[in-house]
């Protein structure tokens, strides 16, 4: 009988957002009759790391302390002998600065790289794009990206052969992410009040996220007397001057923190519109679980959120930063439920048509055999 294929999976932290939330999912989907898998961090801590030991999937990275550089170094090292030592058939590098340093030490190794890009690069600098460009052309076997426009982005930019390039879109688990049949009962476990519209935004609570433009929106159809309630879910840096807006704003009792959950399959059900505000994105999870719970969504069309939610049929588009355009939008919705309600039927359609986890999961253990199996994984993989 053939042993499991070894996958080192490469991250920078194992808390917090979306793209890690997805590593951790799919690396414990993983087919164990084919896969091993193990993580490496560059710092190797946070909330994502106990389920990961539960799972009986070994996570390390370098010792705490010392400057941000160094620690790098140190994580660098650690790949290098980790594939020199053959007890590792394949690299994910997948997200951000491992995939610039990752793809060159594995191959140091003797070990194939597929590195993932999920978002517009917007974390690249001069320097490091350079590194990117000269890592992709030379050392990587495969580019993992989850939009069309990040693919795009990748060959105006020049960033990555086309050739080595496979979109394959985010997925979640159907079952788990489902419309609720009534969104009261949702809304009143929640402690909300049950008969009143809610909107809800989920994320990471930082400026590119545009959570700002969401409260002064929500503020303006407070002036105007529109009934609805509204929830931020999430936590992050800016939380103290989003919470000092909601107060300045008048908004305290109709506008509340979550902070961060484990259980948003609870959360979207309840909502009538989910919102995204974000400056940047590549294609973000939180509008495909909207997507599948059927919820209405008003969203701003950065990077791949067109290819999830289409102005007028699951949702309403408006420009990031317009936060007249962004209360027109929920306005619109708040005042017509049929309207909420069909596009809330479609996203739910299209997602048990073109979202569900297994594809995901499928469409990049068939990219692991390919590489696997003494080549490139074939021409670009399309959705």
Excluded at 1 to 9: A, C, D, S
Excluded at 24 to 29: D, R, T
Excluded at 37 to 59: F, K, T, W
Excluded at 311 to 320: D, T, V
């Amino acid at each position: 009988m053939t042993r499991p294929h070894r996958i080192l999976f490469l991250a920078g932290r194992l808390q917090g957002g979306g793209s890690e939330h997805v590593l951790l999912q799919h690396v414990l989907a993983l087919d164990r009759q084919r896969f091993v898998p193990e993580v490496l961090a560059i710092d190797p801590h946070g909330e994502n790391v106990q389920r990961y030991l539960a799972a009986g999937v070994s996570v390390t990275g370098p010792p705490s302390g010392g400057h941000g550089y160094l620690r790098v170094l140190r994580f660098r090292r650690m790949l290098a002998a980790r594939c020199a030592s053959g007890a590792v058939d394949l690299v994910h590098a997948w997200i951000e600065l491992t995939t610039v340093i990752g793809p060159q030490a594995a191959r140091a190794g003797g070990v194939p790289a597929v590195a993932s890009q999920r978002n517009l690069g917007y974390w690249l600098g001069p320097l490091k794009r350079r590194l990117y460009r000269w890592s992709n052309a030379r050392y990587l076997e495969a580019m993992v990206v989850n939009s069309d426009a990040i693919r795009r982005r990748l060959l105006e930019e020049r960033l990555c052969p086309e050739e080595r390039i496979h979109v394959v879109r985010n997925g979640v688990d159907l079952e788990r992410f489902r419309p609720a049949p009534d969104r009261r009962p949702a809304r009143a476990a929640l402690g909300l009040t049950p008969d009143l519209p809610l909107i809800g935004i989920v994320g990471t609570l930082k400026a590119l996220k545009g959570q700002r433009d969401f409260i002064q929106a929500l503020a303006e159809l407070a002036r105007e007397e529109v009934a609805f309630q509204g929830v931020l879910v999430g936590d992050g840096p800016d939380r103290q001057t989003l919470e000092a807006q909601v107060r300045e704003t008048g908004l305290k009792g109709r506008v509340r923190f979550l902070g961060r959950r484990s259980d948003l399959e609870a959360l979207y059900p309840a909502m009538d519109i989910a919102v995204l505000c974000s400056r940047t994105e590549g294609l973000p999870n939180v509008c495909v679980e909207a997507l599948a719970c059927g919820c209405a969504q008003v969203v701003t069309p950065v990077g791949g959120v067109p290819e999830v939610v289409r102005h007028g049929i699951e949702g309403l588009h408006y420009a990031p930063g317009d936060t007249r355009a962004l209360a027109g939008a929920l306005r619109t919705l708040l005042l017509d439920g049929e309207m909420r309600e069909q596009m809330g039927r479609a996203g739910r359609e299209r997602a048990l048509r073109e979202f569900g986890w297994e594809t995901m999961q499928r469409r990049l253990e068939e990219i692991y055999e390919a590489v696997l199996s003494g080549g490139r994984a074939g021409r670009q993989t399309r959705p």
